[in-house]
């Protein structure tokens, strides 16, 4: 368990600003939603392998909290990790998960948010079929490039992304006054005929996380990142935003 939750919590808190996640599972599946609190970044995924307590709809807040728990050393050796119900209008829901050490004399309690609750806050998460344009697999060089890029250009919180001669560049600063571009990934197959501009922090984020990773890009707007951890599936979506 203690696994699954570190996970969670290293692919979603990267980010800085999920405030929580929505959980839905049942025999089958253990699938993730949320969405980043200025919207730039709709995050979706899957556990390979289904988590078998978390039979349910949940919400998990304050991954910030969460996040200190599972870091706390007293639960790093031998930790019991189990997930609590409580019974409301005669069925058993989830309602939390309660840590307690080896010897159990140290102990912590983190609620769940209620099935109304995340459903309220986070409506479904509808995803439309996309035409990807192009689709790579970021290079450790193409990532350590962009570093680069903003760095110089720190102030610049948007990049634009096109495609030339083969080859995906990415655009950061503004023509008229001062501005960088360079090859992120070369030999490209597929297009971009439009140059939409996505956000730069999340983006590098992302791109920083452990992981098998496969980057998609549409002409309709839309950036794509997967990230494989091993034990999930996320994929980052990122609408164009207006520059």
């Not at 692919?11 to 699938?31: A, M, P, R």
């Not at 459903?119 to 680069?148: C, H, M, Y």
């Amino acid at each position: 368990m203690k696994d699954y939750l570190s996970d969670l919590v290293a692919h979603t808190q990267v980010l800085g600003n999920i405030s929580f996640v929505k959980i839905t599972g049942d025999t089958k599946s253990t699938v993730i939603e949320a969405v980043s609190d200025d919207k730039a970044v709709i995050l979706q995924g899957n556990y390979k392998n289904p988590i078998a307590e978390f039979i349910g709809v949940f919400g998990m807040p304050d991954l910030n909290k969460l996040n200190i728990i599972l870091n706390i050393p007293e639960y790093e050796d031998g930790a019991k990790i189990t997930v609590t119900k409580e019974n409301k209008n005669g069925a058993d829901v989830l309602s939390g998960l309660h840590f307690e050490n080896k010897v159990g004399d140290f102990k912590n309690d983190y609620r769940f948010m209620t099935t109304a609750v995340v459903n309220e806050k986070l409506k479904a998460i509808r995803a439309k079929d996309v035409k990807w344009n192009v689709t790579i697999n970021p290079s450790v060089a193409g990532i350590q490039r962009f570093k680069f890029q903003k760095d110089v250009h720190s102030s610049e919180p948007l990049f634009m992304a096109k495609t030339e001669n083969k080859t995906l560049k990415f655009f950061l600063g503004d023509l008229s006054s001062h501005a960088g571009s360079f090859i992120f990934e070369p030999n490209v197959t597929g297009t971009l005929s439009k140059g939409w501009n996505y956000p730069v922090q999340p983006v590098l984020a992302i791109l920083g996380l452990l992981g098998d990773k496969t980057m998609m890009i549409s002409d309709e707007g839309l950036l794509q990142i997967t990230v494989d951890s091993g034990l999930a599936v996320y994929n980052y979506k990122l609408p164009a935003q207006a520059k």
